[in-house]
């Protein structure tokens, strides 16, 4: 049969470009091994007299110390001292805290018309006009300033405390003097005083007015929780969750307590205790399946533990358990009853099934579990099980809540042969990511076939140089080069065969 | 290579070796305040910072006798003078109580000192007096705040800012980034202008502010003429980003720590790791740090034929010929060979680690977030990755990028997947979906209006106190994300059936192969370009406001032409990437700019949600 060269252009589709992929390679990876080769050559004249180290390490290795002196004159040098100018404009950081209190027990609530602005002005009475060398203010420590401790106003006893010097906050006794110490200590952004000044009104206050005032003052709260959760006041912390009515978060607070207990029975009494928490109806759910996996766990790791040693249970000889299960969530957990427990009637605590119930596990999950498990044990009766689906008329499909690409992904990660592979490859849909999964895993005929299926002349003609030559496939795919009209009228059924 | 300098006349960077120096004195300084025979106990995360700025002999020089990792167990030293160079934090004070107290029991005299970095805590300090060893013990601060990590980016070297400020809304580092600027105004200002978004860095502004009120001005040229400060909640979505820029790409796979990063055998094709400096010294990374990965292959390969013809040179010299080589060339050539096999071998490795996670497909999967595309098969996408059990924290990313990008996630959805992520990862992590909750980082969608109306009904029935807790409950609500809205503004994410050739980037987008502008550096442009926030009121809005933009009264108009009013400095509060400083280098190319930046730490996916992670006791 004679076609002529135009009907065979028409024929065959172009190949499509490639752009780079990170999955790509062939090209790119290749270019790479080039190169690494190219360097590698030349490493035995590099290694001639290979006598320093030109790439720089890090180690506490020696080099002379920077003199001390140099860099003294070198700052001292430039200090000179100019004419102040405000230079730089305030903003408004509108913190909440503005409103610095609306309990009604503050002070503050007495200056609300009154602008912030004005505590600014203690910065220049207090800026002392001596002539002192920049470069020794950087160096000196702040402890070693003594300034006299007086009577500091409020603004002024947060400045000092900015600038690390020493403040007394005994003067502030009264609750409006300590509240008004707060709220300029928040109004001054600066962490560091905040907290300062709520260890001293813990000390000094009362926990009921003092969570009372911080109800109102949301920065300084937030201040006082971390600095509970610092120093792990577990106690004082509830009870102020308690007093602001945050019972969710009380309730996590509370069950975070078990990530430090060691000793499985009793975490799991823990676990038990914490159902009762104020969590929402959500999460409590997934506190009480926290609980029925520990339960469970404790014993299966019990039984199991004693089959392994016990020496007679053929699964536990073979594949001797890594680790225990005890703490591990509750896929690892399936994994684990799919792999050691698989055919367990649904009666019993392990069997894979009586986890997917207990647990609503979605058929997917559950799916991708039991695939993982089975094909680690190269099972394959199993896996192709879990497939394998009748219709009415009686007919076996092959059926999957995972796509095929990531059912040969896991197979594959599970060192399945390319018989096994193939029959999986063969069921993806796109035809570009069968092909490239089928190159990865030699699946020959699936290759050859998609591009009879996409008239990819100049792919199979590629593909030709790529096979043993004179094998099967060779000549399948000459044939199929010489004769491709005939084959047309077929191609398109071919995606059926797969279904059967 | 590709997009080398578009424009020439670039200025140059000032030069921040100075502040190790600063910060290397004040350590000697400090150390000679306890003078005499002394061992000393370094808190695990100073150990890096500190190998930046001294090394053994200068310690040594300084009486240093043992160096000890401080790991809260019971100490060994038999040193009667024991010093402690530590971070302000409550638990290893309260060890280093105990160490002191176990010692009078046992009726043993030590000195101890404590070295605070950067500064001290009054938390602290109550603890020392708690615990009955205050004036015992000596303390000092070591204001060390800022290390220079290269020519252009400068670390605060704190990871915990960002946990502590946006999680806990604890401001205790607010001053120390308002210092840390206050150095930098003192030894390279006086800055003309100040640009910036986000509470943070309206706190940290006014801290600078405050400070420099309070201290000395000197005047010099400025080197640095203008600032932004921005701090991390503005944008959390290219931070989650995977990075697919060289730079960033390693520190996802290898994680750079300091400035440095640990290759494994695979990489070095050898037995032993090895720790590889990474920075503008080294003259391979140089070239290929800011590229698309995918041009990185090309360059090496090119690269490595030059060398090739380099060496090859010495065929057919005579002895003077050769002589001339081994003196003036080889050293060099040997060089770099080294580096070239090195990062040969390290996107090799991260070839093989990308291969193997279906990397393509997961950026597939972010691409259609930022677009908003097929969001339906991105969920089941990220289902796949929960029920399979694949990286604890890369689900939580895809989780996190969903709902930002999304506004939150449909209730139904939320449930289903956060149902879904506890049965595969942990029940525990409960406690983390908390923490991303109240960070607005994973949240379920409410019905919008229901709320505000709700809200607003609430607000007029019932009295202050009470509204302010609801306000506070809704306070999640207010950090809506509004991506899709910013995106759509600010054009962040180009049409996608556009071509882009990585090789020629037209925008910042090529550091997210041409799918996404980050938000933060889309700001940072947009503001420059305007010097201000005019005409970006909508989205600013959208960001939740907290913009500023303000002048120095000082600074002439002779000094506002100087080339220092191209060097910006900008500071995030709360963490950068690598992608980022990439695309501000980038950035700065086509506008004639350089950037300096000034991070509390350097981020990534990883570290920012392994932050928040609270799975553990």
Known sequence: ?500 | MAHSARRRDCPELPDFSLLKRLARDQLIYLLEQLPGKKDLFIEADLMSPLDRIANVSTLKQHEVDKLYKVEHKPVVSTSDQLCFLIRPRIQTVKWICDVANADKAAGKFRRYKIIFTPQKFYACEAVLEEQGIFGDVTTDEWAFNLLPLDDDIISLELPEFFRDNFLAGDQRWVRTAGSALHLLHSLYGPFSKIYGIGRCSKMAYESWREQVEEGEQRTHQAEIGKVFLIDRDVDFVTPLCSQVVYEGLVDDIFRIKCGCVEFGPEVTSSDKSMKVMLNSQDKVFNEIRNEHFSNVFGFLSQKARNLQTAYDKRRGMDIKQMKTFVSEELKGLKQEHRLLSLHIGASESIMKKKTKQDFQELLKTEHSLLEGFEIRECISFIEEHINRQVSMIESLRLLCLLSITENGLLPKDFRSLKAQYLQSYGVDHLLTFANLRQLGLLVEQQPGETLTVMESKVGKLVNDKTAGKLTDAFSSLAKKSNFRALSRKLNLVPKSDEEYDLRVPRDMAYIFSGAYVPLSCKLIEQVLDRDGWTGLEEVTRLLNGHEFAVSGSTGGDSKTKSDAQRIILVMFLGGCTFSEISALRFLGRERGYKFIVVTTAITNSSRLLEALLDNHA
């Open chain 1, 1 to 500: 049969m004679m076609k002529s060269k135009a009907d065979e252009e028409e024929y065959w589709n172009s190949s499509k470009f490639k752009a780079f992929t990170f999955d790509d390679e062939d090209d790119e990876f290749s270019r790479l091994k080039e190169s690494k080769q190219a360097v590698n050559n030349i490493r035995r004249l590099v290694e001639e007299d290979d006598d320093e180290d030109d790439v720089e390490k890090v180690s506490w290795s020696g080099e002379p110390v920077g003199s001390i002196s140099w860099s003294v004159r070198e700052t001292a040098a430039s200090n000179q001292k100019t004419d102040r100018e405000p230079a730089f404009p305030k903003i408004n950081t509108d913190t909440p805290t503005i409103s610095k209190s609306n309990s009604g027990y503050s002070l503050s609530s007495l200056f609300k018309g009154k602008s912030r602005g004005s505590f600014q002005t203690f910065n220049d009475s207090l800026s002392d006009s001596s002539v002192r060398l920049y470069a020794p203010e950087l160096r000196k420590p702040k402890s070693e300033y003594k300034d006299y401790v007086s009577d500091w106003s409020p603004e002024e006893t947060v400045q000092r405390m900015q600038q690390g010097k020493v403040v007394s906050l005994e003067k502030f006794r009264s609750l409006q003097d300590k509240l008004l110490l707060l709220d300029i200590a928040v109004s001054a952004h600066d962490g560091n005083v905040i907290t300062a000044v709520l260890i001293y009104l813990k000390r000094t206050l009362s926990k009921e007015v003092l969570f009372r005032e911080l109800e109102s003052r949301q920065i300084a709260l937030r201040h006082f929780i971390h600095y509970l959760t610092e120093t792990r006041d577990q106690r004082l912390l509830l009870e102020l969750l308690r007093a602001l009515c945050r019972t969710e978060d009380m309730a996590l607070l509370q069950y975070k307590e078990h990530l430090s207990i060691a000793d499985e029975n009793k975490r799991r009494d823990f676990l038990k205790s914490c159902l009762s928490l104020p969590f929402s109806a959500e999460d409590s759910a997934h506190v009480q399946d926290h609980y029925t996996v520990l339960e469970r766990q404790i014993i299966i790791e019990a039984t199991d533990r004693q089959a392994e040693r016990g020496g007679k249970v053929e699964i536990f000889q073979k594949f001797p358990r890594r680790a225990s299960i005890l703490n591990m969530p509750l896929i690892t957990t399936l994994y684990y009853c799919s792999f050691y427990h698989y055919t367990e009637p649904e009666g019993t605590y392990s069997s894979p099934l009586n986890i997917r119930q207990t647990f609503k596990i979605s058929e997917k999950q559950y799916f991708v579990t039991a695939l993982a498990a089975r094909a680690k044990l190269k099972a394959w009766s199993d896996v192709d099980a879990l497939f394998t689906s009748r219709n009415w008329l009686g007919f076996t499909r092959k059926k999957s809540p995972l796509s095929f690409q990531r059912v040969v992904d896991i197979l594959q990660k599970n060192s399945a042969p390319t018989q096994v592979l193939q029959d999986y490859v063969a069921l993806v849909d796109d035809a570009d990511v069968r092909i490239s999964l089928a190159q990865k895993h030699k699946c020959h005929d699936i290759i050859i076939n998609t591009y009879r299926d996409l008239k990819d002349r100049q792919m199979l003609l590629g593909y030709r140089g790529k096979v043993e030559r004179g094998s099967v496939e060779e000549r399948k795919i000459d044939e199929l080069l010489n004769n491709p009209v005939r084959k047309k009228r077929r191609g398109h059924l071919h995606r059926l065969h797969h279904v059967t």
